[in-house]
Structure formats: C-alpha cells, structure tokens
C-alpha cells in the first residue's frame, strides 16, 4: 500500500499528455533547424553510413538496412522506416534525393514501392555533404535506446538540408511544411548573409527566388513566398506547366508537362475525366497519358473550334492543376518547436556550421600536435640512436627501458612508448627525412590551425568556399518558374465571349441566346419565333451584347440593377425565358423600361436618360460603378412620367435624338444638358403635342449615318441624319414619320450602317433578323415600306441591331 499515491486524474492526464505531445514534437515529427532531418531520417542514414553503404559501393537488399535502423537505433515499426527510405529515394518527392533505390521505389501515380526484401539501396553521392567530418567529434552523440550504442543528435551536414529538401509533418497541436529549393540560390543567399549579417529577408530574396519544386510547375505570384519568408506562413499558389499545341486541321491540343508538387498524376487524370463526364468541363475529346521516363505528358484533345484558354482555366478552377501550398516554417531549435523567417533558418544553419567547423579544427589541431608530439620524440631519439639502443639492449624489460628513456632524454610517456615500437625501417637515411618533413609539415599545419581558430572570419571563408564547391558538385537549373501573379479565376475566365441576344418581356421575363441561332431573311419576310409567349405578356426589348459584357437594368421605378450577360439563362428560341425577379431583387411592381450594355464604368463616359415626358437627364458612368444586390436609385421623376431611354454617352461630340410616337423628332448636342448626380430630376428635352409622348430615343455618334425608324405595324424606313436639323434642347421637333393607321404608330428609332442587320422582335415572340441595307431610304416625311409582315393581333414592340453575317442564308 506504501507504493499508491493519490493524484487528481486530470493532473495525470494533463502530465502524461504534455510528455506525449513533447516527444512526438521532438522525437518524430519536427526536423532539426540545423541537419533538417527528423530522428528517423537521421538514423538511417547513420546506419547507412556505418554499414558502409556510400555511393560508390554496391547496392545492399533494403530489408538489410532497415533491420540495422530497427535493430540499433529506432524501435518502431519497419514499414515506417522503409517509407521513409522510400521517400528518400523518389525523385518526385525529393528535390536532391539523398537515397538511390535499385528496383520499383514506386511513382508520381501512387504505386507503391516493391517490398524490402526486393528492393536494394544505398547512399546518394549529395548525401556524403551531410555525413562528411562525423567522426572527427563535430557533433554530439546520445545513447541509443537500450544504452548500447551511438547515435548522432544532428548531422553535420554540409548543405543548407532543410530548405534544400523541405519538410513536411504534423506533431501535437502543431504542424510543419516547408517547401523544397534550389542548391545554387541556397548557396548565393547564405553566402551573402555570411557576409552581411544584417541583409534583410527581402534583400535575401533577390539571391533566393521561391521554392524549388521537384516535380517543376509555376508559382503564381511573389506574394505567398514573401509572407512566408518574412513571417514563416504563406500561402503558395502552384500550378502545373501545360502548353498548347495546334494540329494541321486547326485541332487543339492541352499538352501537360509539369504538376504541382505531391499531386498523384492518375488523380488528377480521374478528377478531369470525371469532371467531363459530369459535363462541368465541356470540349475535351479525348485524354491519355503518354507520360514515360523522360518526364510527364498528359494529352487532352479538344473539340474544333473549342478555345484552349477556356479550358485550361476550368482545368485550374475544378482540378488541382492549379492548388495551394501552405508553408508553415517550423523547425526545433535547441529541441523548442519555432516558426522561423528565411533568414532565421539560414543564420541557425550557418551557426551550426560554424560550431562543426570549429569543433573540425579542434579535432585536427589535436591529432596534429599529437602527432607532432611522436615525431618530436622520434627527431631526438634518431638523434641520439645508437646510445638509445644500447640503453633498450641493457634495460631487462619494456618497462625498464621506458623508465630510462623518461628519466635520461626527458621523454614523455607516450613518446618513449613510441620510440620502443618503432620498425628498424626508421632508422634509415630516407625514413629519417620522410620524419622531419612530416614533422615541418605539421607544424605549419599546427600554426594554420591556430590561426583558424583565432580569427572568425577565417571558419566563415572556410564555409563559403566549401559551399561554393557543394554548388559547383551538385548545382542545377530551377525547375519551378515563377510568375507575375495570375488572376483568380473568376467565372469570366470560363465563359466564351460570344455575341448574343438579349429579349425581355413586359412581365420581366429574361434570356439569352446566341446570336447566330437566328439567320438573316430579306426583307418583307415573316420571321422565325423568338420565345413563346403567355397570356397577355409581350416583348418589349431586344439588344445584343457580347456573354462578358454587364447589363444595366433600368426600371419605371427611376432604379437601376446590373448583372453579367453569362449570369442570365441561355434557353432555346422558344423558350419565354427567365422571371428576372429571380435573378435581381426587383421589386413585383416594378417594370424593366431600358437595358444597356457596359464593360468598364469609365468616368469618362456618361448615361443619358430620357423620360416619356420628354426630360433629359445626364450623369457620369462612374456613379453607377459599386451598385448593390437591392440597386441603385438612377434618376428621379414625376409620377405620371415614366422611363423611356437610357444611352452611353462616349464623346463630348455626340448628339441626343428624341422621337415621339405621332411622328416628331428633335436633335441636339448633348452638352446641351449639364451633369448631375444620381438621385435627381433632368431638364426638358422635347416640347410635346398635345397626346403626344416620347417613345425612342438615341444618341448619335457619327455624322454620316442614317436614323431608322419602325412603326408598330412594321413598316419603316431610313432617312440621312443631315434631314433633321440640329437645334437647342427643348424644341417641338421637326416631322420623322407620317403615321397613319396602316403604319400604325411609332415603336422606336436606331442609327443604321450598311453593314448592320435589323433585329426586330413582335409582341407574340417573332423575331426576324434583316440587313439594314435592304431597307430602302426615304425623306423625312414618308411612311416607309414594309420591313416585317405583322399578324393582325401583334405588334413590332421592339428592335436592335447587330453585326451583318458574312454569309447569307434563307431559314
């Protein structure tokens, strides 16, 4: 009962955890500051190296070394340390391989290596920088686990190894990752910080670039590296190194040659045929792997007329193509876990050569004057031969004639020892030369040694020049490029910037489709249908814009919403399309009155707005910039107005054209109207009729063109814009169109070019695409002719135009 004591649980738990968690952090995990080695990877090399297993020996069976690992110097598990090995050995994994396997070491696939018993190893010849001087008390040892042998505590490792190869492990609480570098950048950057120990982390990344991968690939951007090197975390954006290749029948072709580091290549090969199948990736054809062993080349085959960029941007966005590295730079030091900067790593990786250096020279200042002190002894004793002879011929013993060597000539005790052991060759006239110049050679050496030792900056240069040997032995190119930072990848980057068209009906009812669904007809025919419309729901607008392109969406409500043209449902042409309320948070009350296209919201360029009750109003584009999920208040009017036309005004030189639908227009420059902010009123534009209100407006930007007008009963006509004289805003208006009631009342106006087409859209949904220069030109006062057959319940409710088609064709 004597050995039970009483102790609180959670006190035990808190104790026997914490010596848990310190010896899985120091004893497993974590890799020292100074050799970058954790205790397993130190131990076989160790074992490695007292088996003799350097690399200019022969192979030896796997199963051999890890039994002596086991046996000797780790306890645990074989398959651990046979991985570790492994690792070791891939040069995928290992930026500059410190074990060279014989046999299946495994691959960038994920196969697994063959068992031990198949496999053989030995040391790398760049591992021999690590082990180099261990025997000459550079570093210290510690029993092994059963107090029989020793074993290294550090290495004294020649190469800056923890940056070299990196490191990668999770302890208690606390993990590590540091990325692989290159040996020559290494090398520059610790040289420079042993010559200027106050360099800052910045200035040592002009010497030391970024990470060095083994696999290859592209950092995108400095600033994940930066983070990392000056505060020890970052974020590392790498991606793999594809090129695009075209064949002789305009096919493309995704060539990869290069992945992120510790991405298993069948994966990624899985992930993208996978991602086809599930159609998140469209345009790929075909996908095989040519990869062999001259390096990596996955084939992915696109369809023709597919865009390589697009795709290889979804391949970055859904696959791991393109993934992160998160450095963490934590390291033991002095057996404390410590998150370290660039430099911090570099000045306790040069300390610690300074330390083996010097302790190096200590070792062989000792052996040298050791030495020395034989040969001093021999010098005399040749001196003195044939008296010291006959004095051991005399002596009854050994220990005699020691006793009388000491006492008489002032031997030490090892020096009289050596004297008696030594061969009667020495006694010859060459041996007796060979002595004394060993002995001057030594004495230099003793005087060089202490002088190593006295000056500092000595076993500095001493380092350097070492390092500079490491670079020019084992120095290779960079493998991973870095880049300019590259964009995230938005959405826009995965969409084809194709040209479409854009209808709305009265009720909100959106969508999209490609431009080239509809065909040009001649003029006078009946159109195809556009969308199948209900109840008494009608089209009201119709625009074209390119997929990239942000819609301004400006509602009777004065408000004003924006959305990406690709955000908007690309249907069939029978489709009616979309409710916009549940795209955009317009209110139910409110009604779409204009709808206009942008790519960058240049304060340069201004918004035009005109209202049924003929007000214009004008304000920069600028504002309109950061609008919100709820809108933007765009334009503030009467209750009885309405919104009827919203234009981009992109030159100080354009003019405002109005037109009304009992047939009156009125022209005038538009820096007739001066700018205002957001939320106000405008100035009058047109003085109306009585009945009379505005229904089309435009801006004009070129002098040579003609206005294009359409009435609701589908006649139209163009007339040259030098017939509609240029007046002060505020006007009554000069006649654009005599209605009557065949041609119905006007629906809108549109400059013309000859190389444009007519997009006209009827109230039931049909829509027929005309070129504009089969559309005769009239005067001002003519009704025009038909340019769309109407049926007797429908009306033309609006129009757009677009870029003519090359090639004509009839639907």
Same mark, same amino acid.
């Given at each position: 009962?004597?050995?039970?004591?009483?102790?609180?649980?959670?006190?035990?738990?808190?104790?026997?955890?914490?010596?848990?968690?310190?010896?899985?952090?120091?004893?497993?995990?974590?890799?020292?500051?100074?050799?970058?080695?954790?205790?397993?990877?130190?131990?076989?090399?160790?074992?490695?190296?007292?088996?003799?297993?350097?690399?200019?020996?022969?192979?030896?069976?796997?199963?051999?070394?890890?039994?002596?690992?086991?046996?000797?110097?780790?306890?645990?598990?074989?398959?651990?340390?046979?991985?570790?090995?492994?690792?070791?050995? &891939?040069?995928?994994?290992?930026?500059?391989?410190?074990?060279?396997?014989?046999?299946?070491?495994?691959?960038?696939?994920?196969?697994?290596?063959?068992?031990?018993?198949?496999?053989?190893?030995?040391?790398?010849?760049?591992?021999? %920088?690590?082990?180099?001087?261990?025997?000459?008390?550079?570093?210290?040892?510690?029993?092994?686990?059963?107090?029989?042998?020793?074993?290294?505590?550090?290495?004294?490792?020649?190469?800056?190894?923890?940056?070299?190869?990196?490191?990668?492990?999770?302890?208690?609480?606390?993990?590590?990752? /540091?990325?692989?570098?290159?040996?020559?950048?290494?090398?520059?950057?610790?040289?420079?910080?042993?010559?200027?120990?106050?360099?800052?982390?910045?200035?040592?990344?002009?010497?030391?670039?970024?990470?060095?991968?083994?696999?290859?690939?592209?950092?995108?951007?400095?600033?994940?590296?930066?983070?990392?090197?000056?505060?020890?975390?970052?974020?590392?954006?790498?991606?793999?190194?594809?090129?695009?290749?075209?064949?002789?029948?305009?096919?493309?072709?995704?060539?990869?040659?290069?992945?992120?580091?510790?991405?298993?290549?069948?994966?990624?090969?899985?992930?993208?045929?996978?991602?086809?199948?599930?159609?998140? !990736?469209?345009?790929?054809?075909?996908?095989?792997?040519?990869?062999?062993?001259?390096?990596?080349?996955?084939?992915?085959?696109?369809?023709?007329?597919?865009?390589?960029?697009?795709?290889?941007?979804?391949?970055?966005?859904?696959?791991?193509?393109?993934?992160?590295?998160?450095?963490? @730079?934590?390291?033991?030091?002095?057996?404390?876990?410590?998150?370290?900067?660039?430099?911090?790593?570099?000045?306790?990786?040069?300390?610690?050569?300074?330390?083996?250096?010097?302790?190096?020279?200590?070792?062989?200042?000792?052996?040298?004057?050791?030495?020395?002190?034989?040969?001093?002894?021999?010098?005399?004793?040749?001196?003195?031969?044939?008296?010291?002879?006959?004095?051991?011929?005399?002596? $009854?013993?050994?220990? &005699?004639?020691?006793?009388?060597?000491?006492?008489?000539?002032?031997?030490?005790?090892?020096?009289?020892?050596?004297?008696?052991? @030594?061969?009667?060759?020495?006694?010859?006239?060459?041996?007796?030369?060979?002595?004394?110049?060993?002995?001057?050679?030594?004495?230099?050496?003793?005087?060089?040694?202490?002088?190593?030792?006295?000056?500092?900056?000595? /076993?500095?240069?001493?380092?350097? &020049?070492?390092?500079?040997?490491?670079?020019?032995?084992?120095?290779? $190119?960079?493998?991973?490029?870095?880049?300019?930072?590259?964009?995230?990848?938005?959405?826009?980057?995965?969409?084809?910037?194709?040209?479409?068209?854009?209808?709305?009906?009265?009720?909100?009812?959106?969508?999209?489709?490609?431009?080239?669904?509809?065909?040009? &007809?001649?003029?006078?025919?009946?159109?195809?249908?556009?969308?199948?419309?209900?109840?008494?729901?009608?089209?009201?607008?119709?625009?074209?814009?390119?997929?990239?392109?942000?819609?301004?969406?400006?509602?009777?409500?004065?408000?004003?919403?924006?959305?990406?043209?690709?955000?908007?449902?690309?249907?069939?042409?029978?489709? #009616?399309?979309?409710?916009?309320?549940?795209?955009?948070?317009?209110?139910?009350?409110?009604?779409?009155?204009?709808?206009? $296209?942008?790519?960058?919201?240049?304060?340069?360029?201004?918004?035009?707005?005109?209202?049924?009750?003929?007000?214009?109003?004008?304000?920069?584009?600028?504002?309109?910039?950061?609008?919100?999920?709820?809108?933007?208040?765009?334009?503030?009017?009467?209750?009885?107005?309405?919104?009827?036309?919203?234009?981009?005004?992109?030159?100080?030189?354009?003019?405002? +054209?109005?037109?009304?639908?009992?047939?009156?227009?009125?022209?005038?420059?538009?820096?007739?109207?001066?700018?205002?902010?957001?939320?106000?009123?405008?100035?009058?534009?047109?003085?109306?009729?009585?009945?009379?209100?505005?229904?089309?407006?435009?801006?004009? $930007? %070129?002098?040579? @063109?003609?206005?294009?007008?359409?009435?609701?009963?589908?006649?139209?006509?163009?007339?040259?814009?030098?017939?509609?004289?240029?007046?002060?805003?505020?006007?009554?208006?000069?006649?654009?169109?005599?209605?009557?009631?065949?041609?119905?009342?006007?629906?809108?106006?549109?400059?013309?070019?000859?190389?444009?087409?007519?997009?006209?859209?009827?109230?039931?949904? !049909?829509?027929?695409?005309?070129?504009?220069?089969?559309?005769?030109? +009239?005067? #001002?006062?003519?009704?025009?002719?038909?340019?769309?057959?109407?049926?007797?319940?429908?009306?033309?409710?609006?129009?757009?135009? !677009?870029?003519?088609?090359?090639?004509?064709?009839?639907?």
């Amino acid at each position: 009962m004597s050995n039970i004591s009483n102790r609180y649980i959670e006190e035990e738990l808190k104790e026997s955890y914490l010596d848990y968690s310190m010896s899985v952090i120091v004893s497993r995990a974590l890799p020292d500051v100074r050799d970058g080695l954790k205790p397993v990877h130190r131990r076989i090399l160790f074992a490695m190296n007292e088996m003799g297993m350097t690399n200019d020996k022969p192979f030896k069976k796997s199963a051999r070394i890890v039994g002596e690992v086991l046996g000797k110097y780790h306890p645990h598990g074989d398959t651990a340390v046979y991985n570790t090995m492994v690792r070791m050995a &891939q040069e995928f994994n290992y930026r500059y391989m410190l074990v060279e396997g014989h046999g299946n070491f495994g691959s960038i696939d994920g196969d697994s290596a063959a068992a031990m018993r198949y496999t053989e190893a030995r040391m790398s010849k760049i591992t021999a %920088e690590l082990l180099e001087d261990i025997d000459k008390n550079t570093i210290d040892f510690r029993k092994n686990f059963d107090d029989s042998l020793d074993e290294p505590t550090v290495l004294p490792s020649k190469l800056p190894h923890l940056l070299l190869n990196g490191s990668t492990g999770i302890a208690v609480g606390m993990a590590t990752n /540091i990325p692989p570098h290159n040996l020559g950048e290494l090398v520059d950057g610790s040289l420079q910080l042993i010559d200027n120990p106050e360099i800052s982390d910045l200035e040592l990344m002009e010497y030391i670039k970024g990470p060095d991968f083994p696999t290859g690939g592209i950092i995108d951007g400095k600033k994940g590296i930066r983070d990392a090197y000056l505060t020890g975390r970052g974020k590392i954006r790498v991606r793999g190194k594809v090129k695009i290749e075209e064949n002789k029948n305009g096919k493309f072709f995704l060539i990869i040659e290069e992945i992120p580091y510790q991405l298993n290549k069948s994966t990624l090969i899985e992930r993208i045929a996978n991602l086809v199948k599930e159609k998140k !990736i469209t345009g790929i054809v075909d996908l095989r792997d040519e990869s062999n062993r001259e390096g990596i080349r996955v084939v992915i085959e696109l369809k023709k007329g597919e865009e390589p960029e697009l795709v290889l941007n979804k391949l970055y966005k859904y696959t791991e193509l393109q993934s992160t590295f998160g450095v963490i @730079m934590l390291a033991l030091v002095n057996n404390v876990p410590k998150v370290l900067t660039l430099k911090q790593m570099l000045c306790e990786y040069i300390s610690h050569r300074f330390q083996v250096i010097t302790r190096r020279t200590l070792f062989d200042l000792d052996k040298a004057q050791k030495r020395a002190h034989i040969l001093q002894g021999y010098r005399i004793a040749l001196e003195n031969i044939n008296r010291i002879i006959e004095m051991i011929r005399s002596s $009854k013993d050994a220990n &005699q004639a020691k006793e009388q060597l000491i006492e008489k000539y002032a031997f030490t005790e090892i020096q009289a020892k050596s004297i008696l052991d @030594m061969r009667l060759q020495r006694l010859t006239g060459l041996e007796r030369e060979k002595v004394e110049a060993e002995y001057q050679d030594l004495e230099k050496l003793i005087i060089e040694l202490q002088d190593i030792l006295s000056h500092d900056n000595k /076993i500095y240069d001493i380092m350097k &020049q070492e390092l500079l040997k490491v670079k020019d032995t084992y120095g290779d $190119k960079r493998r991973t490029h870095i880049e300019e930072e590259r964009m995230e990848i938005l959405p826009e980057d995965l969409i084809k910037d194709e040209e479409m068209i854009i209808t709305c009906t009265n009720k909100g009812y959106i969508k999209r489709i490609e431009a080239n669904k509809y065909k040009s &007809q001649n003029r006078g025919g009946k159109g195809v249908t556009g969308l199948n419309t209900i109840d008494d729901d009608v089209v009201d607008t119709i625009l074209t814009a390119s997929n990239l392109d942000t819609l301004m969406i400006f509602t009777d409500k004065g408000k004003v919403y924006n959305i990406k043209v690709y955000q908007l449902p690309e249907l069939s042409r029978q489709s #009616r399309g979309r409710l916009i309320s549940n795209l955009l948070r317009i209110g139910e009350e409110e009604k779409i009155r204009a709808i206009i $296209k942008t790519r960058v919201f240049d304060k340069e360029k201004e918004l035009v707005f005109v209202t049924k009750q003929g007000i214009v109003k004008k304000t920069s584009l600028e504002e309109f910039k950061n609008i919100n999920t709820g809108g933007l208040i765009a334009i503030k009017f009467k209750e009885e107005d309405d919104l009827i036309y919203v234009g981009l005004v992109e030159a100080a030189e354009n003019e405002v +054209f109005i037109a009304t639908r009992k047939g009156f227009a009125v022209r005038f420059p538009n820096d007739n109207v001066r700018p205002t902010g957001r939320n106000t009123m405008g100035v009058k534009g047109i003085e109306l009729r009585e009945g009379d209100e505005v229904v089309s407006a435009l801006l004009i $930007k %070129e002098k040579e @063109m003609d206005i294009l007008t359409i009435t609701e009963n589908g006649y139209g006509k163009r007339t040259r814009l030098d017939e509609y004289p240029s007046h002060n805003r505020g006007g009554k208006g000069v006649i654009n169109l005599r209605c009557n009631d065949k041609t119905g009342n006007i629906v809108s106006v549109l400059t013309a070019l000859d190389e444009e087409e007519l997009v006209c859209i009827t109230s039931n949904g !049909i829509i027929i695409r005309t070129p504009m220069n089969s559309i005769s030109r +009239f005067s #001002r006062a003519a009704q025009g002719v038909i340019i769309m057959k109407v049926a007797l319940d429908e009306k033309v409710a609006s129009i757009t135009r !677009i870029k003519a088609e090359e090639e004509k064709e009839e639907i």
